[in-house]
């Protein structure tokens, strides 16, 4: 349903309309304003009056994470209070060079933990998934990373490859049972995956 909301007028000065990267959903009885380059999640009522702020703590396990960008959430896929978000995992050496960058690339596709599961604390709850064996034997350098992803029910999320041939289903951030179909470049039908859970 869309409607609109006059958003709390301290908080856009507040901000000064910095909301480069910013996507807007609603969860529950409340308005999330994600902003993907300040890293934090603004509430408000379903008024537009500015409730709080959070900061996106994108560690787990050690790890640091960021949103992946190549990847941006348009539209997060909600689950009552929390949220999934495309990752990419920080590497160590990184000096902007070209040949680091492309290294990195290449890592990327090498890393487990490409889908984050975070609250409305900011806090990241679980990470899953993992780029299939057609992009990590092909070393693909691309800034379509071709997946989609999304939840099935409340707690069980699919994750399917666009270039690959396997669909993965992941419950409570571990991997539950991966669906292969032959071939690649095809697409998954939601329903089909309804089907095995």
Do not use: C
Not at 71 to 90: C, H, I, M, R
């Amino acid at each position: 349903m869309l409607y609109t909301v006059t958003i709390d007028t301290a908080y856009l000065a507040k901000e000064r309309g910095n909301f480069h990267n910013a996507i807007v959903y609603e969860t529950g009885d409340k308005i999330v304003l994600l902003n993907t380059t300040k890293y934090k999640l603004d509430l408000f009522n379903k008024s537009g009056k500015y409730l709080y702020s959070k900061k996106l703590a994108l560690k787990y396990k050690g790890q640091r994470y960021f949103i992946n960008n190549n990847f941006p959430p348009y539209d997060p896929v909600t689950s009552g209070n929390t949220l999934l978000l495309a990752l990419k995992q920080e590497w160590e050496g990184y000096d902007g060079s070209n040949a680091e960058f492309l290294k990195g690339g290449q890592k990327r596709y090498e890393q487990s933990g490409i889908i984050g599961e975070v609250d409305m604390d900011g806090k990241l709850l679980n990470v899953f998934g993992r780029y299939d064996t057609a992009y990590r034997r092909g070393r693909l350098l691309t800034y379509l990373d071709g997946y989609s992803f999304g939840w099935i029910g409340s707690d069980s999320v699919f994750v399917s490859f666009q270039l690959g041939d396997r669909v993965a289903i992941y419950h409570k951030g571990l991997e539950k049972s991966p669906v292969a179909t032959r071939g690649a470049h095809f697409n998954k039908n939601l329903q089909d995956l309804f089907a095995v859970t």
